[in-house]
């Protein structure tokens, strides 16, 4: 194995797993929201960067494969990403009436680590989206390679999601002078409930019509 293909290989897939994470969605807005408030930032960091390592190593692996002939599966993750993004939408709607109810600092109601990982679990391993992402998409193109052609396509598409999320994450601390007043958490609350409610209508209707 010459280390130009070993490069190739590596780029292809941090820049594949890029282009796929990197977009509004459930588990990106919740990593964006416990990086303003800075609360467990590292602990979620870690799990969503770990978890897509994880799927994507499967996926390599041979996984896509047995969830391409699994619709059922497809159906009933479906369905509990539905329930899941629709009852934390309709706790952010309900928290963006409420002026002053969160800050940007460790002021307020704060969760356990256990009760933020568990939360993150919930955005990341009851979306269908990261399964098609991780284990569907990148997982078929890196098990195009051969041997260890497929280690390093791997530590490229994991890599792309420890620098995105670790982004993500920190990064989001640059907003909190802005995200100090509470109607800018009440526009963020809004639109994260928003968002949830559009993804969890769109994984209800695949979950009955299977489309």
């Known amino acids: 194995m010459s280390a130009e293909f070993a490069t190739t ?14 977009a509004i969605g459930a588990q990106n807005a919740y990593v964006l929201r416990q990086g303003l408030r800075r609360e467990h930032v590292s602990a979620v960091v870690l799990f969503c960067a770990a978890s897509d390592a994880v799927l994507i190593g499967a996926g390599v692996a041979g996984m896509a494969e047995a969830l391409r002939g699994r619709p059922m599966l497809a159906t009933v993750l479906a369905g509990l990403g539905a329930a899941f993004l629709c009852a934390y939408g309709l706790r952010a709607l309900w928290r963006s009436r409420q002026p002053g109810a969160l800050q940007a600092t460790a002021q307020g109601v704060s969760l356990s680590r256990a009760a933020v990982v568990a939360q993150a679990a919930g955005f990341t391993l009851l979306n269908p989206h990261v399964y098609l992402d991780t284990v569907l998409l990148v997982g078929s193109a890196g ?18 999601s420890v620098l995105w999320f670790t ?11 802005v995200f100090a007043r509470p109607r800018a958490w009440q526009m963020l609350d809004a639109l994260i409930g ?16 299977g489309a």
């Open 167 to 177: 982004a993500l994450g920190f990064g989001a601390r640059l907003l909190a002078p």
């Open 194 to 209: 928003g968002t949830m409610l559009v993804l969890a209508a769109m994984l209800a209707r695949r979950a009955l019509t």
């Open 143 to 160: 098990a195009q390679y051969a041997g260890s052609l497929k280690v390093w396509f791997v530590a490229g598409a994991s890599m792309a």
């Open 9 to 22: 290989a590596f780029f292809h897939g941090l820049f594949m797993s890029l282009v796929l994470i990197v």
